[in-house]
């Protein structure tokens, strides 16, 4: 049985075959650049580095939460005296249900105090480095801080994701998106490598993933029970449908399938909040617009989300300028959509997520 949920509530997931992606790269705290504008960097070459080792670090708490400064302990997992490492989690506010804000430091120090909504920090050892991450052209230096990097290729953008950031070689493990992706599939033939999976069910497949030296994981859904076991996995983790064990889209598992062994770029947890994955695609940048990536257009694909349709996925076929009547005669702003047996359907936009353009464009 279909046990999905869809997290309708929080980000959607889009996929874009061919983008011109750009991706600030900044430092938490001021430090040294080490590219130039026009450098041509690999995904592990350093962007910029920290201040030097034994300087004072401020991180608004508070800020980052959007709480009061004077609430900020109840939400702090560390305290005055403890050290904290690179990617340490240091507070979190839990909002509805999975869905959280999270505040991670980047480098190795001791927690010295906690003041005004801020947690300072004292850098005790070697600075964390800022790498790249996209493989790309630095098109913007930010002095003390870090740099944009513009790279062309494919995008994703996930509905859910935990895990850092890292790269390897895309390798798709299923032949069909409704297969699941099985602890025995994950070895030492799999070092290095992204796994996609049709969804997630068996905790030995995340357990043999980090064991084992998997670079990521993508999959359709996840069994709501391994949830907490992604949160402490050193790996990312992307989840382009929701909860439950519902397959991968098609759109989706066709644009990852066709990127097979390609090397891809994904991040679990960025600081915006937004789970994604990239695969370069060098010299391909010839006649892309730089379309709106969020706006509905005529031959969409889209996801629909009311109860009765939901995750069946639609082509946009029309937007009428005018409001429709809905089934309970109220009128709102919708679509026209062709559903898989080929029959129109109006439906109002608050049950749509848009899955693919038309178009190629650009995403920042």
């Known amino acids: ?13 889009m996929i874009s075959p061919l983008a011109i992606i750009v991706r600030k790269r900044l430092l938490a705290c001021p430090g040294e650049v080490l590219v130039q504008l026009g450098d041509h960097l690999t995904s592990d070459d350093v962007v910029a580095r920290p201040a030097a080792e034994g300087t004072f670090v401020a991180m608004d708490v508070a800020g980052a939460l959007d709480i009061d400064c004077h609430h900020i302990e109840r939400h702090l997992l560390v305290q005055t005296g403890d050290q904290v490492t690179p990617g340490a989690l240091v507070a979190q506010r839990r909002r509805w249900g999975l869905f959280s804000r999270r505040v991670c430091v980047d480098l190795l120090g001791d927690v010295v105090g906690i003041h005004d909504g801020s947690l300072f920090l004292r850098r005790t050892s070697e600075p964390a480095l800022l790498h790249a991450f996209v493989p790309g052209e630095v098109v913007q230096v930010h002095p003390g801080q870090g740099a944009s990097i513009r790279t062309t290729g494919a995008h994703m953008r996930c509905i859910w994701g935990r895990g850092g950031e890292n790269w390897g070689r895309l390798s798709i493990m299923v032949d069909d998106p409704g297969e699941p992706l099985a602890w025995n599939q994950v070895g030492r033939r799999q070092r290095g490598q992204i796994l996609v999976g049709g969804y997630l069910e068996n905790p030995r497949t995340l357990s043999r993933a980090e064991l084992f030296g998997v670079r990521g994981i993508i999959a359709g859904s996840i069994d709501p029970g391994l949830v907490r076991q992604c949160e402490e996995l050193s790996i990312p983790v992307l989840i382009t449908e ?16 066709l990127h097979h062994k390609r090397w891809a770029v994904l991040a679990g947890n960025r600081a915006r909040g937004q789970s994604e994955l990239i695969i370069p695609l060098p ?3 010839d006649g892309l617009d730089a379309t709106n990536s969020n706006s509905l257009k005529e031959g969409c694909l889209v996801r629909l989300t009311s109860p009765s349709l939901c995750g069946t996925v639609a082509e946009i076929e029309s937007l009428p300028a005018e ?7 109220h009128l709102t702003r919708g679509a026209i959509v062709r559903l898989p047996d ?12 848009i899955l693919k353009q038309p178009h190629r464009n650009e995403t920042h």
Do not use: H, I, W
């Not at 049985?1 to 997931?13: I, K, V």
């Not at 080929?342 to 997520?353: G, T």
């Open 1 to 13: 049985m279909d046990q999905r949920a869809f997290l309708t509530n929080g980000p959607e997931c």
């Open 242 to 257: 929701g909860m439950g064990d519902a397959p991968m889209a098609s759109p989706v598992y066709e644009m990852l399938a």
């Open 283 to 285: 010299g391909k940048a």
């Open 323 to 329: 409001r429709q009547p809905t089934g309970l005669g």
């Open 342 to 353: 080929q029959s129109p359907l109006f439906v109002p936009l608050s049950n749509l997520e």
